[in-house]
Every structure is written in structure tokens, then in C-alpha cells.
């Protein structure tokens, strides 16, 4: 499976980007997807996941500003971030990883699949 992130860039605060996640290589569809992201000097973090059949998840601190949606024709993930803000500025990762449940969406260990990362930087 390969994953393959876009849609970064640098914007000003209270401004929106879209990032994608395009995946090749599935056997099928039933790929939990998430989106990660690290920062200079820190830990990578969880931002947002999708299950198969549409459940979402969100980070405290995104969950009003930013969406996570799927394509499952052709496997693409989106994160729809609104209103960014400086601390969003960090390296953007997408994940996978098959049928994973709610508990463990939000744990990086538990994806076996990670695309490069796309930069966003948002500056005030």
C-alpha cells in the first residue's frame, strides 16, 4: 500500500487548506485512514481518522475547524482545515491500516501503512 499526501502549503492564520491522501495498492476499501502530524521538536500527534464506513475522529483541538472525508472509489482521504492556526503549522502525514478499531485510531503504532508528509505552515 502507498500513500501519497498533497495539498500543503503556507497560509495565514484564520485562512483554509485541503489536504489529500491518495492510496494505491488496496486489496479493498476497509482501510481505516488518518491523518498525523509533527512539529519541529515534537512528538508526532493525531489529528483526525475515518473508519471504513464513515465513523470520524477528532483531536480536541481540530474538532470544530477541521473535517475528515473519504472517497472509497478510489481510496483518497481528505482533511478539510478551516480557520488554521499558527500551532497547525507541522508536517501533515496520512496513515492506514485495515479494520482498525475506535480505540485504536488514534495511535500511530497501529498504522502499518504512512505516506511522505506534506509541510503547512500558517503564520500570524
Known amino acids: 500500500v502507498l500513500l501519497q499526501a498533497s495539498g500543503g502549503g503556507s497560509v495565514q492564520a484564520g485562512e483554509s487548506l485541503r489536504l489529500s491522501c491518495a492510496a494505491s495498492g488496496c486489496t479493498n476499501w476497509r482501510y481505516s485512514m488518518g491523518w498525523f502530524r509533527q512539529s519541529p521538536g515534537k512528538e508526532r500527534e493525531f489529528v483526525a481518522a475515518i473508519t471504513w464506513s464513515g465513523d470520524t475522529f477528532y483531536t480536541e483541538s481540530v474538532e470544530d475547524r477541521f473535517t475528515i472525508s473519504r472517497y472509497n472509489a478510489n481510496l483518497m482521504v481528505f482533511l478539510q482545515m478551516n480557520n488554521l492556526k499558527t500551532e497547525d503549522t507541522a508536517v501533515y502525514y496520512c496513515?492506514?491500516?485495515?479494520?482498525?478499531?475506535?480505540?485504536?485510531?488514534?495511535?500511530?503504532?497501529?498504522?502499518?501503512?504512512w505516506g511522505k508528509g506534506t509541510l503547512v505552515t500558517v503564520s500570524s
Open positions: 496513515a492506514a491500516n485495515v479494520n482498525l478499531g475506535a480505540g485504536a485510531l488514534g495511535i500511530s503504532t497501529y498504522y502499518d501503512y
